[in-house]
């Protein structure tokens, strides 16, 4: 019995040996053909230098005149209202300034615009305004795919109408003919004061009288800042304390800066 636990002490011992240099030598010829193949191995292609692409220019805003830069023609524009389901009126260009407005007043492609069709709805302009096409094409993009779809979607019931101000209006800003021309004089701007729904509610921009109201204000202000250029209301100064301004004008020296306020 000692005799054979003794071989078999003797096997196991000749078993792990040989294992142990198969291990090493297995691991010896692993290194080999690692460091082989790092010599032979092609190296990585050089990775090419930046080249400076230029950056094409920015879409000027609707309503700018670049020097150089045919715009868009009157027949154009009133073209693309209709493709967007705009109904409008063409009107004619506004008479002379009264006595006591500023010089240049002045309107390009008038249109009433009269209603936005949104599905199978539309969204009526109360007060008709009266505006240069490219700001009622502007104004349209922004009821089509902001004030309608908000409204569905926080009040739970569809615009139908918007109560607004006349748009063009030969006058300074802020109604002070000693000042720059306002933008309604451009037929570049609105004025909105109230929000008319499927349900009856009417939601004006001075007062709300609930949660879901004053959300659907509170972000149609904000988002606003993605049409337009200038946004103004109440908070913003005396003269906005009861409606929301919209208009398209440039600002700043390079035209890219926004009043959101």
């Not at 705009?86 to 007043?105: H, K, Q, T, Y």
């Not at 909105?192 to 109201?213: E, T, Y």
């Amino acid at each position: 019995m000692a005799r054979l636990k003794a071989k078999t002490r003797t096997m196991i011992f000749r078993a792990l040996v040989r294992c142990s240099v198969e291990v090493a030598l297995a691991l010896a010829l692993s290194a080999v053909a690692t460091s082989v193949g790092a010599l032979d191995a092609p190296s990585p292609p050089r990775r090419p230098e930046f080249q400076n692409v230029p950056l094409p220019e920015a879409k000027p805003a609707v309503g700018d005149k670049p020097p150089g830069v045919a715009t868009e023609s009157a027949e154009d524009c009133m073209a693309n209202l209709r493709a967007a389901g705009v109904a409008f009126e063409p009107a004619e260009a506004p008479a002379e300034a009264p006595a006591g407005a500023l010089d240049g007043c002045a309107i390009e492609a008038p249109v009433r615009l009269v209603s936005v069709t949104v599905g199978i709805r539309r969204v009526a302009l109360i007060a008709k305004p009266l505006l240069g096409c490219g700001f009622a094409l502007q104004f349209s993009d922004y009821v089509k795919n902001l004030l309608a779809p908000l409204g569905a979607g926080t009040l739970g019931a569809s615009l139908v109408a918007i109560d607004t101000g006349s748009g063009y209006e030969c006058r300074g800003r802020n109604r002070d003919n000693g000042t720059k021309l306002s933008a309604h004089a451009k037929g570049l701007a609105l004025d909105v004061g109230a929000f008319v729904f499927s349900d009856g509610r009417k939601i004006r921009i001075d007062a709300q009288s609930d949660p879901q109201s004053i959300s659907y204000i509170k972000t149609l202000r904000t988002a606003a800042c993605g049409w337009f250029t200038t946004i103004l209301g109440p908070g913003s100064d005396p003269y906005h304390a009861s409606h929301l301004h919209f208009d398209i004008e440039r600002h700043g020296s390079n035209g890219a800066y926004r009043i959101c306020q």
